[in-house]
């Protein structure tokens, strides 16, 4: 047997031992290697041993006990986390990441006071920081300083105009602090053909609770030279986390709004940010009742909201279907929006100002909308829309739709 070819493989094989064996004793090269783990195979019980083996290499080596501090946050084990924080950020307090995790155990222990020290001393340091401002934000509001929590959102919101957390953060805690909302809209339709115009005017006035929100709707309206007037009361009761209703029931003098309007609707939420409705109108004139049946399908997308509506209606004449889609775009905070709709309706069914049907071969819309916070808690919006309607005999009648709104939350 030739001696050489038997050992040499094995000289090779002891060689690249050792090579892994000085490497692995390489502190910087471990940490590497942790990263790795954590952050593209998020391995955190690896990135962790990887990261403790380094340490016993360098125990001053404050990039690896930062990340090992964080990677015990990840890995749900704060109480591992909070000491090695609490030393790094000892000798190095400008350590951004070590600071925001170590606010994060204190937050995630109900130590709001000490998450909120920490938070400040950021903010001393980078008083533009979001993720400070955040944080202090949470650390208020577990303080129950809701007021002071409105401010900081104010202020990422000013940092960044399209900060998600602030937003939606913001809208809840305006309606908490700020329950009442009165809303005052009008809304004026021009046509081509001999017909006068059109006016609405509405006032509405909704409050928010912890089972819901409720509210009434006075509409004041002028159709054909003559005037009605419209009452609505309203409310969104919250059924469970992910179910709500909408019920409203309303009345007017019967010149060309309902006698009697009643309406019910059930809302859920479903998986990948996806919302279904279903719902029944039922309609009253003097001699004349229909009653649509409703169904919706609503998808959020960051800052962008997608639903399309379809509305049954059935009646002594035929039956119609009219279809929607609606598109909202958040330009900044909630209440800073511009929308899109577009409407198609077949074989419909509408009522003049006698309460009689008067049958709709077809009909299309499109509009937009837009709203803006103006300063504080008060809004204004307005919108214009087209409409094109066809009824039997072939007469049409072209529809120029213009609206405005403003509103104030207190």
Do not use: C
């Amino acid at each position: 047997m030739n001696l050489r070819v038997f050992f040499i493989p094995i000289i090779l094989l002891a060689i690249s031992f050792s090579a892994t064996a000085q490497q692995t004793e390489d502190p910087d090269v471990l940490f590497r290697m942790a990263r790795e783990s954590a952050f593209e195979n998020e391995d955190y019980k690896e990135a962790i041993a990887l990261a403790k083996q380094a340490l016993e290499l360098a125990p001053q080596y404050l990039d690896v006990k930062e990340f090992l501090g964080r990677v015990y946050f990840w890995n749900n084990q704060p109480n591992l986390a909070e000491p090695l924080l609490e030393d790094v950020l000892n000798k190095e307090p400008n350590r951004e990441y070590a600071r925001i995790t170590l606010i994060d155990v204190k937050l995630g222990k109900n130590q709001y006071n000490e998450g909120l020290a920490l938070a400040n001393t950021g903010l001393s340091i980078d008083p533009t920081n979001v993720f400070f401002l955040l944080r202090k934000a949470a650390a208020l509001s577990g303080l129950n300083e809701n007021n002071e929590v409105v401010e900081i959102y104010n202020e990422v919101l000013r940092i960044e105009p399209n900060n998600p957390i602030a937003t939606a953060q913001l809208r809840e805690l305006n309606e908490y602090i700020f329950p009442w909302a009165v809303n005052a809209s009008t809304n004026h339709s021009f046509f081509q053909e001999s017909i006068d115009p059109w006016y609405q005017y509405s006032v509405n006035l909704s409050r928010k609770t912890q089972i819901g929100s409720f509210g009434a709707l006075l509409n004041i309206g002028n159709r054909f030279a003559l005037d009605d007037q419209q009452i609505q009361i309203y409310s969104y009761p919250v059924l469970s986390d992910k179910m709500y209703a909408y019920l409203s029931a309303g009345t007017s003098n019967n010149v060309f709004y309902p006698k009697l309007q009643l309406v019910g609707s059930l809302y859920r939420a479903f998986p990948k940010r996806f919302e279904g409705e279903i719902g029944y109108r039922f309609l009253r004139f003097n001699q004349i009742e229909a009653s649509i049946i409703t169904a919706s399908i609503l998808k959020f997308e960051r800052k962008n909201r997608f639903a399309v509506r379809s509305f049954f209606t059935i009646n002594e004449i035929n039956t119609g279907f009219t279809a929607l889609f609606n598109y909202r775009r958040i330009l900044s905070m909630s209440d800073n929006f511009i929308e899109v709709n577009l409407g198609y309706g077949g074989n419909s069914a509408q009522f003049n100002s006698s309460s009689e049907i008067v049958d709709a071969k077809s009909s299309s819309s499109a509009g937009i909308t837009i709203q803006h916070r103006i300063v504080g808690r008060l809004v204004a919006g307005a919108g214009v829309s087209y409409s094109y309607e066809q009824f039997r005999g072939n007469t049409e009648r072209n529809r120029l739709d213009l609206s405005a709104n403003i509103g104030y939350r207190f």
